[in-house]
């Protein structure tokens, strides 16, 4: 017979610990724990005799409530994780160092691509056609650096509003993240020009300037996509409870 998993045993403590900001690595480990102890106090009531059913039921109840249960790991402020313990830095300061590591690689791949394939061309943003092949190595090249350059933001917010529900953490702070992205998102401008950058990184500036709509509907495009999935979470997490609240 396989073994329960922690989460199903002790969901409302799950929960529990998870929004009072325990990090969830704590979390699965101390469940993982209170597993096996469980599993331990059922063995050893079924050698009194009683019935798989009512071992477990004796063996939790010897193992404690859930507030006595959350106590424990409440009373450990080490096992707070950063998020909860300094949400605003976590959630400024992160998405703009990933970013700009994003961006950063981006704009090294696109200097790198400028003097392999096309080392004479002034400028490598239309100065020489395109292949027509989509698959010859130079399409498929810059084609990739333009996916990280554009996706960049989006894959930010999702990891910053997946930090956010793991953590059971208010919806400011996601939004927060995602407002930030969509603003650099908005007023980022890449320029790469022989004459016009004679100096700095290979003849290659990211400036930021607002100076079209396009780059405003860009943004917030980039905000939709990103917190789609954080919104339609929050959105089954408040069904759950409430059908749980009429369960009961």
Known sequence: MPQPSPDSLFPHLRERLLRAGIAPRHVRRYLAELTDHLADLTAEEQTRGLSLSTAATAALARLGTTDTLAHAMLAQPRVRSLSARAPWAVFSLT???LLAALWFLSLCLLRLGWHLFMPS????????????????????????????????PTLVGWCMTATAARQRLKSLWPIVSLALLGLFTATAQVQAN???????????RLTFALSSLDQTEYALAVFLIAFAPYLLWKLQSLRNTESTATNH
């Open 194 to 204: 022989r004459d016009a950058i004679p100096a700095g990184f290979g003849h290659i």
């Open 95 to 97: 998405p703009l160092l």
């Open 121 to 152: 061309a002034n400028t490598p943003f239309g100065t020489e056609p395109f292949p027509h092949t989509f698959l010859e190595p130079r399409n498929l090249y810059f084609q990739l650096d333009r996916a990280i350059f554009f996706a960049g």
